[in-house]
């Protein structure tokens, strides 16, 4: 697979956008302090950037969630590492790569929700809604893009790709 240039979201973009949805995120929040749910490994550096984009209370920790294998979705929905914070009563933030056919998201946030948090939002970095097949919507959304396969800033193909700082799109070859 070859990455397709340009980038189809450039770093610059990404960032802006951050301060953006960070903006937005602390006025929502008001004085609540915010639990960071990182949705591993795909939101790795989007929610490492957003983090410290919010000057508030705020604690992170993460779970892992598996149902891709290449470009194939596998159905099932794998949570592979589940978080060690009590969250009971906590104002959860749950900070994904990209929602696509919606089922990871559903997955995460039922498990959370089942823990008895006061809140659970969900920030997702992409929004790919022509996807969607799970009745799920993303409380803040960076950008909405077109039914492409995009790798970059966390996302992967096969587990490459995932250190580019901008968001591009994968061609075979
Ligand atoms: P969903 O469960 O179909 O919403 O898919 C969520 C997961 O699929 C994401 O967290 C990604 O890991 C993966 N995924 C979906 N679309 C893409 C893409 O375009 N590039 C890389 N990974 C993707
Ligand atoms: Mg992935």
């Known amino acids: ?14 960032q802006q956008r951050i301060m953006e949805l960070a903006e937005t995120i602390a006025s929502d929040y008001g004085a609540d302090p915010i639990l960071m749910i990182v949705v591993m490994k795909g939101s790795l550096f989007f929610a490492a950037d957003l983090a410290r984009a919010l000057h508030r209370a705020l604690s992170l920790d993460y779970i892992r969630a598996k149902s891709y294998a290449g470009t194939e979705r596998t159905g099932a929905v794998h949570l592979l590492h589940l978080p060690e914070t009590d969250l009971a009563g906590q104002h959860v933030l749950v900070v994904e790569d990209i929602l696509d056919t919606g089922h990871t998201a559903v997955a995460v946030c039922d498990y959370l929700r089942s823990q008895g948090p006061a809140s659970v939002r969900l920030c997702t970095l992409l929004d790919k809604p022509s996807r969607r097949q799970a009745g799920v919507e993303a409380d803040y959304a960076g950008f909405v893009i077109e ?27």
Do not use: C, K, Q
């Not at 697979?1 to 990404?14: G, K, N, Q, V, W």
């Not at 492409?148 to 070859?173: K, M, P, Q, S, T």
């Open 1 to 14: 697979m070859r990455l397709i240039d340009p980038p189809l979201i450039t770093s610059e973009a990404i």
């Open 147 to 173: 039914d492409h396969f995009v790798v970059g800033y966390g996302l992967d193909f096969n587990e490459g790709w995932r250190h580019l700082r901008a968001i591009h799109r994968l061609e075979e070859g």
